[in-house]
């Protein structure tokens, strides 16, 4: 995964990646400022780093693998700015690969989301019979794609996958996804 020879590299070598950090300016909670962020990231030797939305979404490049960067970051982060996110981190090559798979590609881009894991969830969870409102959810390896109709905040299918899957995980809307594609530049490799 994170330490593949074959992800996306920049012309120095080194990878490009997308830190989604969990549980940063949600709710008043974890007030981070992007500025602050970038500053943070950068002190870890990180180059190329660019914020989108207040969401905690950083893409950077670094020489680093992915749990060596992964701990870096959430270090960095905890140090300078005094809190504590999670950060999921993928390449460049695995965003593309996330946009590529999505099991609802004819769905409205406002109910498509997707949960980062560091890991594929175990156990992985399963939608619930009745009481979802359409609401349907696929796992991929370390991601979980959720197609909910009726949006996130309403869902009681996101409140099943919490209780379920024990793992940290970070959720981001389809837009966002697509976005942090695009600014990873086209997938080489």
Known sequence: MGDNPAMTTD??????????LRGINVGGHGKVSMADLRQA?????????????QSGNVVLTSARAEAALRAALEHAIA????????????SADEIAAVV????????????????????????EPTTPRGGTEGEELTVLGREI???LPGGIGRSKLMVEVGKRCKAPMT?????TVTKLRAMTGPARG
């Open 41 to 53: 990231v950068e002190s870890t030797g990180c180059t190329d780093v660019s914020t989108y939305i």
């Open 171 to 175: 959720v981001r809307n389809w837009r």
């Open 145 to 147: 794609y959720l197609h």
């Open 79 to 90: 140090d300078r700015l005094g809190v504590h996110p999670t950060v999921m981190v993928r």
């Open 100 to 123: 590529a798979a999505t099991p609802y590609p004819d769905a409205a881009e406002g109910t498509v989301h997707v949960a980062f894991l560091h890991e594929p969830p175990t156990p």
């Open 11 to 20: 012309n120095a070598g080194a990878t490009v990646y997308v830190a989604l």
